[in-house]
Nanobody, 114 residues
């Protein structure tokens, strides 16, 4: 089973930036959906950004602020987060769909506060 390990979370001020990274323990292929979800306390887990083949999907709330990228040679997906807002505060989870199953990382906390 593939394992996903996130890094890069932390504390940022409003308007600041953070970059999240997720490394998969196995080779990833561009056709496999991979990306990021987040969950704030009391809320459901929601899609942030997802890449699959040539398709990239962003939540409306992060469009033009967040950028997802993947490096299949390094089995890695990144999430560059700019112009952060307090409402971006959440635990961010890396996601991979492989062989018709879903896999999740352990989560990394992002807190946006002054």
């Amino acid at each position: 089973q593939p394992q996903l390990v996130e890094s890069g979370g932390g504390l940022a001020q409003p308007g600041g930036s953070l970059k999240l990274s997720c490394v998969c323990s196995r080779q990833i292929f561009s056709s496999e959906p991979m990306g990021w979800y987040r969950q704030a306390p009391g809320n459901q887990r929601e899609l942030v950004a997802l890449t699959s083949g040539s398709t990239i999907t962003y939540a409306d709330s992060v469009k033009s602020r967040f950028t997802i990228s993947r490096d299949n040679d390094k089995n890695t997906v990144h999430l560059q987060m700019n112009s952060l807002k307090p409402e971006d505060t959440a635990t961010y989870y890396c996601f991979l769909r492989y062989s018709q199953r879903e896999y999740w990382g352990q989560g990394t906390q992002v807190t946006v506060s002054s």
